[in-house]
């Protein structure tokens, strides 16, 4: 039989020091985020600094948009290093999308270290007016 203590002061000094680290519990770095809903999409933009394009990759699964990227080493053979306090590696970021978003239609832009992310609302999500008739009454039925 294993035992395992447990410790909450241990849990939320890693988890501190984790978001202070800007890395994420499972060690992977953050990507900030903004979102912003108009009335047609939703526009995410993910900070992601110093990352080539061609290691972006966004996958939608069931619902779950995922941005994945990669930022690599940049050491030479005849540097040493004294200081880092850029992440490197591997970033990732999971975000729920709302059922009434269009999955099939995002698009996707890079730019000055910011990937953009376009969602467009489904139709039937979008505000809509209801027409009255006019004319004969009738009763409503419950």
Do not use: C
């Not at 909450?8 to 985020?33: D, H, I, K, S």
Request: charged share 30%; glycine share 8%; net charge negative.
């Amino acid at each position: 039989m294993f035992l395992t203590s447990i410790d909450p002061f241990v849990q939320e000094f890693e988890r501190q020091f984790n978001r202070l680290a800007g890395r994420t519990p499972e060690g992977t770095a953050v990507m900030p985020l903004d979102g912003v809903r108009r009335a047609d999409d939703v526009v995410l933009r993910l900070d992601l600094p110093g990352v080539e394009p061609d290691s972006i990759e966004v996958t939608v699964d069931r619902g779950v948009l995922s941005v994945s990227a990669r930022r690599e080493e940049e050491v030479g053979e005849d540097e040493r290093l004294f200081v880092r306090e850029r992440p490197m590696g591997t970033f990732v970021r999971r975000v729920y999308l709302s059922e009434h978003l269009d999955t099939e239609h995002i698009d996707a832009a890079y730019h000055n270290g910011v990937l953009t992310l376009r969602v467009p609302v489904l139709e039937r999500a979008k505000p809509r007016k209801v027409e009255i008739q006019k004319g004969q009454t009738k009763a409503i039925q419950g």
